[in-house]
Nanobody, 124 residues
Framework: QLELVESGGGLVQAGGSLRLSCAAS????????MGWFRQAPGKEREFVAG????????DYADSVKGRVTISRDNAKNTVYLQMSSLKPEDTAVYYC?????????????????WGQGTQVTVSS
């Protein structure tokens, strides 16, 4: 199981950009799919983006498609989430997650471990 630490959240105006990072330590990072989820107050945790072990396969929630890019650097044990054209409805705590294998899944319950989360607030 990986230990995951997110960074890069903050306050940004609508239309702005942020890059989130998630540094992993523990077992072999490059063996596992990674993902980003988010949770707004009063809402369930939702899938944002996933990337497989090699980085060659990615998927995105419809709500962020075209505005968000997930990537990974296996040499640095880090996964990134580049977000642009941010909207107030993107405001949430963003969590990095480790998949149970080399793929990724939309269901939060299938993921193995989670970071502590980083707050993203988009002002209108």
């Amino acid at each position: 199981q990986l230990e995951l630490v997110e960074s890069g959240g903050g306050l940004v105006q609508a239309g702005g950009s942020l890059r989130l990072s998630c540094a992993a330590s523990g077992l072999t990072f490059s063996s596992y799919g990674m993902g980003w989820f988010r949770q707004a107050p009063g809402k369930e945790r939702e899938f944002v983006a996933g990337i497989n072990w090699s980085g060659r396969s990615t998927d995105y929630a419809d709500s962020v498609k075209g505005r968000v890019t997930i990537s990974r650097d296996n040499a640095k044990n880090t996964v990134y989430l580049q977000m642009s054209s941010l909207k107030p409805e993107d405001t949430a705590v963003y969590y990095c997650a480790q998949a149970p294998n080399g793929g990724y899944y939309p269901r939060a319950s299938l993921w193995r471990s989670w970071g502590q989360g980083t707050q993203v607030t988009v002002s209108s």
